[in-house]
């Protein structure tokens, strides 16, 4: 396929350090310059034309925080990289369907949950070959992790893994992606009011986690 010869995921991805105010713990957050509502309508519109080069700038714009999604469902720096092809891959063949553009990214992130969630139950043997996240940080930045970020890192992830993946979703999209309430409804279907209980309760077993765990 022309999209997968032409736009590859790229071995290595820079994590830039964020923070999770509410359970106290530093946690990678990536964004990067955000693209104006005309920039990415026209790259909407020319990707749909079959413009290659435009794929190519929404691939580079979107594929380090959707890597960093995929990565959070996964736990395995393959099986990422697998599920971000597969997303764009979706995306591009499906452009044409999308009847708002001003809709992309909500659009563009359900794939990409739903593809992350459809990947683990067809992988169910997934988790007995995954690799520890704070070992790919120390690759992709290039420098080893101190001995205090690769705990909490551990000890986070730890608890995400438990989470069962309606409030997986919620919190990576609030806590980690930086999503508000009403996108995270548009993203997952469901209503605000839902997103908000979700969250509450992911919260809630994280610090319970945390505190057994004498983090917090």
Known sequence: MLLAATITMPSLLSFQPGSSSQIGLNYPIMWKKELSDQELKK?????????????????????TSLFNLALRYTYNYAAAEDVIQDVFVKVFTNLHSLDDDKAFVG???RIAVNTCLSYLRSHKKLRQKTISLEDVQ???????PSATQKAETKILDETIQKLPPSLKSVFLLHDVQGFKHREIAHILGCSVGTSKSQLF????????????????
Request: no cysteine.
């Open 43 to 63: 790259l909407i519109q020319q990707s749909r034309d079959g413009n290659v080069q435009a794929m190519g700038t929404l691939y580079e714009h979107f594929k």
């Open 107 to 109: 659009w563009l992130y």
């Open 138 to 144: 120390g690759i992709v930045a290039d420098r080893a």
């Open 201 to 216: 309760k992911a919260r809630k077993r994280i610090r319970k986690f945390l505190e057994h765990k004498q983090w917090i």
